[in-house]
């Protein structure tokens, strides 16, 4: 029997303000879009923006439904509408935040896995690592790919096998 380990490395800021200003603007964007959620059940907003290769923010917001499968997360609501407008252009960061009962929520949010294993394959259709900004008051974590939040990611490699 052997034992692996993993180690994750991302950068914590405490305030908006020390972010890059990129991403400051892409974080601003996401906060923007939890405004426009509809979570009339959870009253849980959650709002995404994708920073494309050309530049371009595109912003998304959970769309939740009574029958609760049937809703969508910001991060692929965000992330389909940019491939489906540029779909030969890459993503180079998302920055997700929520909303709980008005306020940002306290402690980062983070991608279902669901909207990872997407994250996972607009990684692979660019060849690039996506930076991804997770928004929390009493942190902002920012990590280099989403192998940081899905180090045993189905990649599609394995339909290869």
Known sequence: ????????????????EELPESL?????HARNETQKAYAP???????????MNNKKMI???????????????????A???????YPDEGIEAIAIT??????ITHETIKPCGACCQVLSETER???KAITII????????????????????FSGEELKR
């Open 1 to 16: 029997m052997k034992t692996a380990e993993k180690t994750l490395r991302y950068t914590i800021y405490s305030a908006l």
């Open 24 to 28: 400051q603007k892409l974080l601003r």
């Open 41 to 51: 059940y959870s009253n849980f907003k959650v709002g995404a923006s994708v920073l």
């Open 59 to 77: 912003g998304g917001n959970n769309q939740e439904n009574a029958a609760f499968p049937s809703g969508l997360c910001a991060e692929r609501t």
């Open 79 to 85: 992330i389909f509408y940019a491939h489906s407008q």
């Open 98 to 103: 929520a909303l709980y009962k008005g306020e």
């Open 125 to 127: 259709r660019s060849g």
């Open 134 to 153: 997770l928004d929390g008051q009493d942190q902002i974590e920012v990590l280099s790919g989403v192998s940081q939040l899905l180090p045993f990611r």
